[in-house]
């Protein structure tokens, strides 16, 4: 790893996208310019996203800058997860073999089911009355 040298990643999640950019650096970790205990007030959602920096022992080398938009808290911090995965990946290909072995380089595919029309949702339907 060279010094200073910045990677960037786009990790995804439900409706979530996370442009995720990693430094070498300290270990601070910025969501949308905010430290991430200020922009995450859940701990499962901080511990989400820092699961990629945890497995492969970089959590004090890097800082991560990100840039979410969409989704909720769960989405949000998938597709950072997500996002640095990638972007480790791309710092140390070596890491590749951790982090797929724990499930964070593939994107989650699943995503709310549309509304279907003549129906209450996705798969509720309106009370039948046979009378």
């Known amino acids: 790893m060279d010094t200073k040298n910045t990677y960037y990643a786009t990790g995804k999640r439900k409706s979530a996208i996370a442009r995720t950019w990693i430094t070498t650096g300290n270990g ?10 200020e922009y995450f007030k859940i701990d499962s959602a901080k511990a989400t996203l820092t699961q990629p920096l ?14 979410v938009i ?3 808290i769960t989405g949000q911090a998938g597709a950072i997860r997500h996002g640095i995965t990638k972007a480790l990946m791309l710092a140390n290909p070596d890491l590749r073999q951790p982090l797929k072995r724990a499930g ?4 989650d595919p699943r995503v709310k089911e549309r509304k279907k029309y003549g129906q209450r949702g996705a798969r509720a ?3 039948f009355s046979k009378r």
Not at 104 to 107: E, L, T, W, Y
Request: glycine share 8%; net charge positive.
């Open 125 to 127: 339907r309106f009370q």
């Open 28 to 37: 601070t970790i910025m969501i949308n310019n905010k430290p991430i205990d």
């Open 70 to 72: 969409g989704g909720g």
């Open 54 to 67: 945890t497995i492969t022992n970089t959590r004090s080398d890097f800082d991560v800058k990100v840039r």
């Open 104 to 107: 964070f380089v593939r994107r």
